[in-house]
């Protein structure tokens, strides 16, 4: 009776406090949403756009061939005759199509690519095979043309149409599931929704540690250790409302990016894997972090601190969790460092459910490395949290 009193004060502040549910609730909702927006191109694997010019010091068969080949490559490609623009730039050599066929040892290139100091990798990747591909097709068309297989009356389209029917390639891409399982791409949001989810929940931490200092400069912690209640059932009460949080920003925001992804353009997220696995993760992801976020809040004393502490916490949590920076693309050497985050385990297992249509059995290691965190975590807070409790003194006030 007295632990569902506690349930329903922290309910009653948490619905008093504007601040806490837009912090609960709308950021991460707005993140989940942001996010899916900002890396669906990247994530379903859509080429960004790049905007080339392209500079040729002769005009022959072979150059002009190029040009069209790479036309159909890039997006955007402008031929100019200087090299005073700020594009991205392939400028190809006075000698192009003598050093068309030349073996790879040369030094002796057949091009230049000039890219912007600010362009990103993906935007040089992509002109870079945009090109090495462009200077194969227009090697072959040198090879059918010397064997008399292109036909100089043939126009430069129906030229590259042959070429292209030669260089051409159909490739379907499957996914691996966790039991071995082959079965069609993981849609974009498969990818971004889990992790901005999972940030969200670890957010509990900041309201959590600002209604704990609420109540002790107020006075309730005092009078409610004066009432008899014994250490453990306050911390049960501290914990329990925001784990039923948790789980209930799971439920919503999945619901809520199952139902509008679509309707605004997005990939659509599909549920893949057992509901009971759901629970299961979900039921862990929400008391790993109720419970780290009980155990920041026990040690901050003042408001600040907890802004500092809880935002820092969480941002470097995800940071090196694999949130912010897909761990794939991290060395080996951070991605060991990455394995050691509950945030990482949190997304590695609903990456398992999600993308590798896996079940309960398969997100259990995650599930219960999250379970030996919260029970840590929650152990350390209930000591410090019992110290602070010994320790508040009546005082008069005048």
Not at 117 to 145: E, N
Not at 213 to 227: D, H, I, N, P, Y
Request: aromatic letters at 8%; a negative charge; charged letters at 10%.
């Amino acid at each position: 009776m007295r632990l569902w009193a506690l349930l329903s004060k922290e309910w009653r502040l948490l619905c008093r406090d504007i601040h806490a549910l837009a912090v609960l609730f709308l950021m991460p909702l707005t993140f989940v949403l942001l996010m899916a927006f900002a890396l669906s191109d990247l994530n379903s694997g859509t080429p960004a756009t790049a905007s080339v010019s392209l500079l040729q010091h002769a005009d022959d068969a072979d150059s002009r061939f190029f040009a069209a080949a790479l036309a159909e490559q890039i997006t955007v490609l402008t031929t100019v005759t200087d090299t005073t623009n700020n594009l991205t730039q392939v400028v190809t050599d006075k000698n192009f199509s003598e050093l068309l066929n030349q073996e790879a040892t040369s030094t002796l290139p057949q091009l230049q690519l000039i890219f912007p100091a600010s362009t990103v990798p993906v935007l040089r990747q992509q002109v870079r095979s945009a090109v090495i591909l462009s200077l194969a097709q227009t090697r072959l068309h040198a090879f059918l043309s010397a064997n008399e297989m292109l036909s100089d009356e043939q126009s430069l389209t129906e030229q590259l149409a042959i070429v292209r029917q030669q260089t051409d390639s159909t490739i379907t891409e499957l996914d691996l599931g966790t039991k071995g399982q082959v079965f069609g791409q993981a849609s974009a949001s498969q990818h971004s929704v889990p992790a901005w989810l999972i940030f969200g929940m670890f957010f509990v931490m900041l309201p959590m540690a600002n209604t704990l200092l609420a109540e002790q400069q107020s006075g309730t912690l005092l009078r409610l250790k004066s009432a008899g209640l014994p250490p453990l059932t306050l911390a049960l009460g501290k914990c329990l409302p925001y784990f039923m949080i948790n789980l209930l920003q799971f439920a919503l925001l999945l619901t809520v990016s199952y139902l509008l992804l679509p309707v605004l353009g997005l990939a659509p997220l599909q549920f893949n894997g057992s509901p009971v696995a759901y629970l299961v993760l979900a039921s862990s992801i929400a008391l790993c972090s109720s419970c780290f976020g009980f155990l920041i809040a026990s040690l901050v004393r003042s408001n600040e601190q907890a802004l500092m502490l809880s935002g820092g916490c969480n941002i470097i949590l995800a940071a090196v969790g694999g949130i912010m920076v897909p761990t794939v693309v991290m060395p080996e050497a951070m991605q060991q460092v990455a394995a050691l985050s509950p945030m990482n385990w949190a997304l590695e297992g609903c990456l398992t459910l999600l993308t590798g249509h896996g079940d309960i059995v398969d997100i259990m290691p995650s599930a219960l490395k999250l379970v030996l965190f919260a029970l840590s975590s929650f152990a350390l807070a209930y000591f410090i949290y019992k110290y602070k409790m010994s320790r508040i003194k009546w005082t008069a006030i005048y």
